[in-house]
């Protein structure tokens, strides 16, 4: 079957690092998304990993570990603004369908 | 930029009635997509259309249905409202080229009651 898991929610304190992680079974794989998602808002688009390491962007970075069907988003020097869902995605091999974990819900504190 | 517009953000409607709901990207995508959003479920695929007049059922298609007559707009359409197609409906589009990352409209909340 088709699974992606990740946390349902985290909480952390601003100017922290928090890693949201991500682990999937599917039966293809092209490629791990992940979006962001504030309250009433679309998904917009973070990351995209198709082989295996790190990719770094600015405060935000993901890993992809596709033997271990295993990812992490990594956000540094977290701000308020950034409290929203975080939804993992995995293309598969057809390259047409995307499955989406449910998100993980980030809560930011002073 | 990209943008991904849909008709209405937020719909009430009675059971038995017929929906649409209509989207429409200004980028020349090729791809579109309708998924539904739901707490704790994440976005589950209804139907995609990879060209105009295209479509393919997605992983909950039951209760849809779909039309793409011209390449930037994508309908779906609810032949019979159900209390349990209350839900967040958000339309998709991508290239099919490149990173290929999807971009999503604001969604529909829609109700039926």
């Known amino acids: 079957g088709q699974n992606i898991d990740q946390p349902t929610e985290m909480t952390a304190t601003e100017g922290a690092i928090v890693q949201i992680n991500c682990t999937y079974q599917?039966?293809?794989?092209?490629?791990l998304f992940w979006y962001q998602q504030h309250a009433g808002e679309a998904p917009t688009f973070l990351s995209y990993n198709v082989l295996d390491g790190l990719e770094e962007k600015g405060r935000f970075s993901s890993f992809l570990s596709r033997s271990k069907g295993y990812s992490y988003l990594l956000l540094k020097e977290l701000q308020m603004k950034d409290s929203a869902s975080y939804l993992c995605a995995v293309r598969d091999t057809g390259g047409f369908k995307t499955i989406f974990g449910a998100g993980t819900r980030l809560f930011v504190k002073a | 930029d990209v943008k991904v517009t849909q008709s209405s953000r937020y719909l009430v409607k009675r059971t038995g009635e017929k929906v649409f709901l209509e989207c429409v990207q200004d980028?020349?995508?090729?791809?579109m997509f309708w998924y539904r959003q739901d707490p704790g479920l994440g976005l589950r695929l209804i139907y995609f259309s990879y060209d105009v007049k295209m479509k393919e059922k997605g992983d909950i298609p039951e209760g849809y249905s779909v039309s793409r007559e011209k390449k930037e707009r994508f309908s779906l359409i609810l032949e019979s409202a159900s209390t349990n197609q209350t839900s967040m409906y958000l339309c998709a589009s991508r290239t099919g080229q490149g990173i290929d990352t999807q971009y999503f409209g604001p969604g529909t909340r829609l109700t039926v009651l």
């Open positions: 599917t039966s293809g794989f092209n490629g």
């Open positions: 980028m020349d995508h090729e791809n």
